[in-house]
């Protein structure tokens, strides 16, 4: 059944574990290294794939993304720490801090919750942000979750955790569409959103 030898084979299955990569992409890709990539260059491809997981790790302090002991956002002496605003993921994070408005710092869920997927309060990064507000390092929670099902669930359940600590609780509102996910939304949508958030 295999068109193709096997070391080609398993570089387009590899291609087509990442998302939104069907078998032809994957084709083409593999075949592409193979033709156009000369070797000293796919050296560098392949060093920086490897580095992923051996230089960087998770932010202890928020869940981002660091090549050192702190994120250089929780680093930061210019951010305000007592301001918290809680995103899924870490692609939304750098969605919003690209707009450059935002002066707080980040907690990253790592998910949300999903019924249909299994995916519980438990598989995501809630304890160390109850830690922070119980230890009343956080003055305001801005609950930043897609305006999905799921998002919602997520923030509805945060929202019921923390509502006795003495924290303000803001989600961001108008201007995100139902369903939107934030990583695909324009700079003056995410903005608005910011600027209307409201008590939750
Ligand atoms: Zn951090």
Not at 25 to 35: G, K, Q, V
């Amino acid at each position: 059944m295999n068109k193709y030898p096997n070391s080609l084979e398993n570089l387009i299955e590899a291609f087509q574990s990442l998302p939104s990569v069907g078998r032809k992409t994957a084709e083409r890709y593999a075949l592409y290294i193979f033709s156009n990539m000369e070797e000293e260059k796919l050296i560098d491809f392949s060093n920086s794939l490897i580095s992923i997981k051996k230089d960087i790790k998770k932010c202890p302090c928020c869940g981002n993304i660091t090549e050192n002991d702190l994120c250089n956002i929780c680093s930061d002496p210019q951010r305000n720490k007592k301001q918290v605003l809680v995103v899924e993921s870490i692609k939304d994070l750098y969605t919003i801090e690209s707009l450059k408005e935002y002066k707080g710092i980040y907690h990253v869920l790592g998910g949300v919750i999903s019924f249909s997927k299994g995916i519980t309060i438990h598989d995501l990064n809630i304890d160390s942000l109850e830690e922070k507000v119980k230890n009343k390092e956080v003055n305001e929670l801005i609950l930043a979750t897609n305006a999905t099902l799921e998002g919602e669930t997520t923030a509805r359940y945060l929202k019921e955790l923390l509502k006795d600590y003495d924290v303000k609780i803001t989600r961001i509102a108008h201007g995100l569409p139902v369903g939107g996910d934030i990583s695909y939304l324009d700079e003056m949508t995410i903005l608005k959103a910011m600027e209307g958030r409201r008590e939750y």
